[in-house]
C-alpha cells in the first residue's frame, strides 16, 4: 500500500515537473522547421552501407532472461532463467504495515514474496542500501517518468522475477483505548495459499527482519535480512490434516491425511486428535468416529461428531481469516455429550431462534469473538433501519468464528409437524457468557433484544 502512495508521489511530482515548464523552448517542428535542407545531391542507393548483423551475443541480449510458467488455478509458479543470465535468485519474505482509515474495528500487516534475479558480483543489501534514491527519484521526475515495481530493483542492477501478495493479517483494535496485552488481542489472518515456487536453478530465501515491504527498505536503505531455509517462516495453509490414532500402548498408529486425498477425513475406532489447517480453505468434512475425539477445524469445515455416544472435544481457538470471512467459518454437528471449547476470553454464544416464515423455524448457535458485547443494534443503524447478520457482526466489531445448527420446527403442514431440534452440545470457555435472540430471517433491527441466558 504504502508503494503504491510512494509511486502515485513519484507521479504527482512528475506532472508538476512537466506543468511547470516555462515554455521557452520552442517546439521541436518549429526547430525542424528553421533548418534548412541540404543542397548537395544524396548519395546513390548503392553507396549505402548495409546494417551491420547482430553478433550473436548482440541477439541474446534481447532475449529474456527468464520466462514464468503459473498454474491458473493453484498459482504455483515455475521459473526457468536462461542459460546465458548470471546471477542467483533470491526470494524475501516480507510482511509491511496496512492502514485501514475507513475501517474502526481493525488494523493489518500485509504478507508478501519477492523473487529476484541478482548478479553474482552484486551484495543485494549493499546495493540497496548504498544507493542514491533521491537523485533515482528526482532524475525520473526530470524526464517525467513514473518508475514501475520492477525499475526500482533494475536500478541497482538487479532483476524482478515475480511478486507475490499473499494476504494480511488483522488486529482487532481497542474500544475507548482501553489497552490490551498480547494475551487479550485476536488477529485473523486472510491469507493467501502460498504458492509453490520451483526453478531450474537454486533458489535462496530470506526473511526480511523489518515488518516492512522490501521494495520499501530498499527505497529507505534500510534493508535487513536473515537467510532462512525455506518459506516456512510465512503463511502456509498447505500443511496436512493429521490423525493421530492411539491404539495400544505398544502399538500406537498414526496417519497423515491431506485434503487432495479427499473431501472426507474419517476418525478411526480409537480416541483421534484431528487437525485441520486453520488457513486452508479448503472444504473438508470431518467424522470423528469413535472414541474420544478432539478436533480442530479450518475454513469451509464440517464437524460431526455426533455420530456416537462418545464425548468429543472441538477446539475453538482465534481462526485466521474469519474476521473477513463470515460464510466460511465451520459448522460444527454435535451431540449434548460433546464439548465445545472456546479459546477465545473475549467470547459470546448467542442462540437464535429465525422465523423463516410459511411456517417453518430454524435454530442455530453461533460462537462469536467480540471486544465487548455492549453494542446494540439501535446504535449501528436509524430508527426504521435493519442490518443483515454479517452487517451487524462488522458495524459491532463482532466476528462470527463458528455455527452449530441446532434443527428446525417445519409447521407449513399442522396436520404432518417435523421437529428436527436436538440438544445443544456443551459450550465451554464463552467468556462473556451467553445470550439469545429471535430474528425474522436472518435480520437484526433496531429493536432486536439480545437476552442474557444464565448459565449452569
Same mark, same amino acid.
Given at each position: 500500500?504504502?508503494?503504491?502512495?510512494?509511486?502515485?508521489?513519484?507521479?504527482?511530482?512528475?506532472?508538476?515537473?512537466?506543468?511547470?515548464?516555462?515554455?521557452?523552448?520552442?517546439?521541436?517542428?518549429?526547430?525542424?522547421?528553421?533548418?534548412?535542407?541540404?543542397? @548537395?545531391?544524396?548519395?546513390?542507393?548503392?553507396?549505402?552501407?548495409?546494417?551491420?548483423?547482430?553478433?550473436?551475443?548482440?541477439?541474446?541480449?534481447? %532475449?529474456?532472461?527468464?520466462?514464468?510458467?503459473?498454474?491458473?488455478?493453484?498459482?504455483?509458479?515455475?521459473?526457468?532463467?536462461? $542459460?546465458?543470465?548470471?546471477?542467483?535468485?533470491?526470494?524475501?519474505?516480507?510482511?509491511?504495515?496496512?492502514?485501514?482509515?475507513?475501517?474502526?474495528?481493525?488494523?493489518?500487516?500485509?504478507?508478501?514474496?519477492?523473487?529476484?534475479?541478482?548478479?553474482?558480483?552484486?551484495?543485494?543489501?549493499?546495493?540497496?542500501?548504498?544507493? *542514491?534514491? %533521491?537523485?533515482?527519484?528526482?532524475?525520473?521526475?526530470?524526464?517525467?517518468?513514473?518508475?514501475?515495481?520492477?525499475?526500482?530493483?533494475?536500478?541497482?542492477?538487479?532483476?524482478?522475477?515475480? %511478486?507475490? *501478495?499473499?494476504?494480511?493479517?488483522?488486529?482487532?483494535?481497542?474500544?475507548?483505548?482501553?489497552?490490551?496485552?498480547?494475551?487479550?488481542?485476536?488477529?485473523?489472518?486472510?491469507?493467501?495459499?502460498?504458492?509453490?515456487?520451483?526453478?531450474?536453478? *537454486?533458489?535462496?530465501?530470506?526473511?526480511?527482519?523489518?515488518?516492512?515491504?522490501?521494495?520499501?527498505?530498499?527505497?529507505?536503505?534500510?534493508?535487513?535480512?536473515?537467510?532462512?531455509?525455506?518459506?516456512?517462516?510465512?503463511?502456509?495453509?498447505?500443511?496436512?490434516?493429521? @490423525?493421530?490414532?492411539?491404539?495400544?500402548?505398544?502399538?500406537?498408529?498414526?496417519?497423515?491425511?491431506?485434503?487432495?486425498?479427499?473431501?472426507?477425513?474419517?476418525? @478411526?475406532?480409537?480416541?483421534?486428535?484431528?487437525?485441520?489447517? %486453520?488457513?486452508?480453505?479448503?472444504?473438508?468434512?470431518?467424522?470423528?468416529?469413535?472414541?474420544?475425539?478432539?478436533?480442530?477445524?479450518?475454513?469451509?469445515?464440517?464437524?460431526?461428531?455426533?455420530?456416537?455416544?462418545?464425548?468429543?472435544?472441538?477446539?475453538?481457538?482465534?481462526?485466521?481469516?474469519?474476521?473477513?470471512?463470515?460464510?466460511?467459518? $465451520?459448522?460444527?454437528?454435535?451431540?449434548?455429550?460433546?464439548?465445545?471449547?472456546?479459546?477465545?476470553?473475549?467470547?459470546?454464544?448467542?442462540?437464535?431462534?429465525?422465523?423463516?416464515?410459511?411456517?417453518?423455524?430454524?435454530?442455530?448457535?453461533?460462537?462469536?469473538?467480540?471486544?465487548?458485547?455492549?453494542?446494540?443494534?439501535?446504535?449501528?443503524?436509524?430508527?426504521?433501519?435493519?442490518?443483515?447478520?454479517?452487517?451487524?457482526?462488522?458495524?459491532?466489531?463482532?466476528?462470527?468464528?463458528?455455527?452449530?445448527?441446532?434443527?428446525?420446527?417445519?409447521?407449513?403442514?399442522?396436520?404432518?409437524?417435523?421437529?428436527?431440534?436436538?440438544?445443544?452440545?456443551?459450550?465451554?470457555?464463552?467468556?462473556?457468557?451467553?445470550?439469545?435472540?429471535?430474528?425474522?430471517?436472518?435480520?437484526?433491527?433496531? @429493536?432486536?433484544?439480545?437476552?442474557?441466558?444464565?448459565?449452569?
Amino acid at each position: 500500500m504504502f508503494t503504491i502512495i510512494g509511486l502515485m508521489m513519484v507521479a504527482s511530482l512528475a506532472a508538476m515537473a512537466i506543468i511547470g515548464d516555462d515554455g521557452d523552448s520552442p517546439p521541436e517542428e518549429e526547430i525542424q522547421q528553421d533548418v534548412p535542407e541540404p543542397e @548537395s545531391d544524396p548519395e546513390p542507393e548503392s553507396a549505402l552501407e548495409p546494417e551491420p548483423e547482430l553478433e550473436p551475443e548482440e541477439r541474446s541480449e534481447a %532475449q529474456p532472461l527468464f520466462t514464468l510458467q503459473t498454474d491458473p488455478v493453484t498459482g504455483d509458479t515455475n521459473v526457468t532463467v536462461a $542459460p546465458e543470465a548470471q546471477g542467483r535468485l533470491m526470494a524475501f519474505l516480507e510482511t509491511g504495515e496496512i492502514n485501514r482509515f475507513g475501517d474502526p474495528c481493525s488494523s493489518a500487516e500485509y504478507f508478501g514474496l519477492t523473487l529476484v534475479l541478482v548478479p553474482e558480483d552484486v551484495d543485494f543489501e549493499a546495493a540497496a542500501n548504498g544507493f *542514491d534514491w %533521491q537523485s533515482f527519484r528526482d532524475a525520473n521526475i526530470a524526464a517525467g517518468i513514473t518508475p514501475d515495481r520492477a525499475d526500482f530493483f533494475a536500478a541497482i542492477g538487479v532483476e524482478l522475477v515475480q %511478486q507475490w *501478495d499473499l494476504g494480511e493479517r488483522s488486529f482487532l483494535e481497542p474500544f475507548m483505548w482501553e489497552f490490551l496485552d498480547d494475551d487479550d488481542q485476536i488477529q485473523f489472518v486472510d491469507g493467501d495459499r502460498m504458492p509453490e515456487i520451483t526453478a531450474n536453478r *537454486d533458489i535462496e530465501w530470506f526473511e526480511l527482519t523489518d515488518d516492512r515491504e522490501l521494495l520499501y527498505q530498499m527505497i529507505t536503505n534500510s534493508v535487513v535480512s536473515e537467510q532462512v531455509e525455506g518459506p516456512e517462516g510465512i503463511v502456509d495453509p498447505r500443511t496436512s490434516v493429521e @490423525s493421530f490414532s492411539q491404539g495400544t500402548d505398544n502399538s500406537p498408529e498414526t496417519v497423515f491425511l491431506t485434503p487432495d486425498e479427499g473431501d472426507v477425513v474419517m476418525g @478411526s475406532e480409537f480416541a483421534d486428535v484431528i487437525v485441520h489447517p %486453520q488457513v486452508d480453505t479448503t472444504a473438508i468434512t470431518i467424522i470423528g468416529g469413535a472414541g474420544e475425539d478432539t478436533i480442530t477445524a479450518g475454513l469451509n469445515d464440517t464437524i460431526i461428531t455426533n455420530d456416537d455416544t462418545d464425548a468429543d472435544l472441538i477446539n475453538i481457538d482465534t481462526f485466521p481469516g474469519f474476521a473477513q470471512r463470515y460464510d466460511e467459518v $465451520p459448522v460444527i454437528r454435535a451431540g449434548p455429550e460433546d464439548v465445545i471449547d472456546i479459546d477465545p476470553i473475549n467470547s459470546i454464544v448467542i442462540s437464535y431462534e429465525i422465523d423463516r416464515g410459511a411456517g417453518v423455524t430454524d435454530y442455530v448457535h453461533h460462537i462469536i469473538y467480540t471486544l465487548g458485547f455492549d453494542v446494540t443494534p439501535d446504535q449501528v443503524m436509524g430508527p426504521g433501519g435493519s442490518l443483515s447478520l454479517a452487517q451487524y457482526y462488522n458495524a459491532a466489531c463482532m466476528h462470527l468464528l463458528a455455527v452449530v445448527p441446532g434443527g428446525s420446527v417445519d409447521l407449513s403442514d399442522p396436520a404432518n409437524p417435523i421437529d428436527t431440534r436436538v440438544a445443544p452440545p456443551q459450550f465451554q470457555g464463552a467468556g462473556l457468557g451467553m445470550y439469545s435472540a429471535v430474528l425474522q430471517g436472518e435480520t437484526v433491527t433496531p @429493536s432486536t433484544v439480545f437476552q442474557p441466558v444464565p448459565v449452569g
